[in-house]
């Protein structure tokens, strides 16, 4: 089975601007959870779809939007991007939601806001 | 409420020297447990879990957990450390009770330095 991909894998953008990121889960895994990471706080999460409905959320702004198509493929927004933002964005896929079962992770999309 | 604990930032150790990575968890009803690892800009990889049953949890590459309910902790070991190791280790938790979230709460990170 192929691997959960992202695109792009690299991404430089400036303040103000907006962006949006692709995940590719497992075949067959209906949940797609969104992390950001940075090395000041580390992994956090950023939401949860099961069956293209938003199921959980992080503590994030709503300049972070995400969905989830039918075919279970994701996509995250953010907009109006901020300095802070920069960081690696990491998508995970699970079959039965992120609950006993455990993620399986993508490559990241590293995001730079200049 | 869950959270984990990841005591240390960075472990040094050895060739052929026996590791541990320390994990201590917090959860209301009943711990899911995981490791991952990841290594240089690359995704999380997931290493072992601890769901129910035996508290010495065999994982990939060599890797083994034990689960304490008594000291809540989940300390990753191998016996032999590999230069190829060297990585960030993540531990992982969420809670198993019925009505408990589905999302993992996740360490900070170990950093684990193999020297040849």
């Known amino acids: 089975k192929a691997g959960v991909t992202q695109t792009p894998r690299y991404l430089i953008k400036t303040r103000g601007q907006q962006v949006t990121l692709s995940c590719s889960p497992i075949s067959g895994h209906r949940s797609v959870s969104w992390y950001q990471q940075t090395p000041g706080q580390g992994l956090q999460f950023l939401f949860e779809?099961?069956?293209?409905?938003?199921?959980n959320k992080g503590n994030f702004p709503g300049r972070f939007s995400g969905r989830q198509f039918s075919n279970s493929r994701s996509e995250m927004n953010v907009s109006t991007l901020e300095l802070g933002d920069s960081a690696l964005y990491l998508c995970a896929s699970s079959l039965v939601g992120a609950t006993g079962n455990e993620q399986f992770f993508g490559p990241g999309t590293r995001l730079t806001v200049l | 409420a869950q959270s984990v604990a990841q005591p240390e930032d960075q472990v040094n150790v050895a060739e052929g020297n026996p590791l541990t990575v320390k994990c201590t968890y917090s959860v209301s009803g009943n711990p899911y447990l995981f490791w991952y690892v990841q290594y240089p800009n690359r995704g999380l990889q997931f290493l072992l879990k601890?769901?129910?049953?035996?508290?010495l949890v065999k994982g990939s590459y060599g890797f083994e957990a034990e689960f304490n309910k008594s000291q809540t902790s989940f300390h990753l070991k191998k016996p032999s450390a590999l230069v190829s190791d060297s990585a960030l280790y993540f531990c992982a938790v969420r809670d198993g009770a019925s009505g408990g979230s589905y999302i993992p709460t996740f360490g900070r990170g170990t950093s684990l330095i193999v020297h040849p």
């Open positions: 779809y099961f069956s293209e409905t938003q199921r």
């Open positions: 601890y769901i129910t049953g035996d508290n």
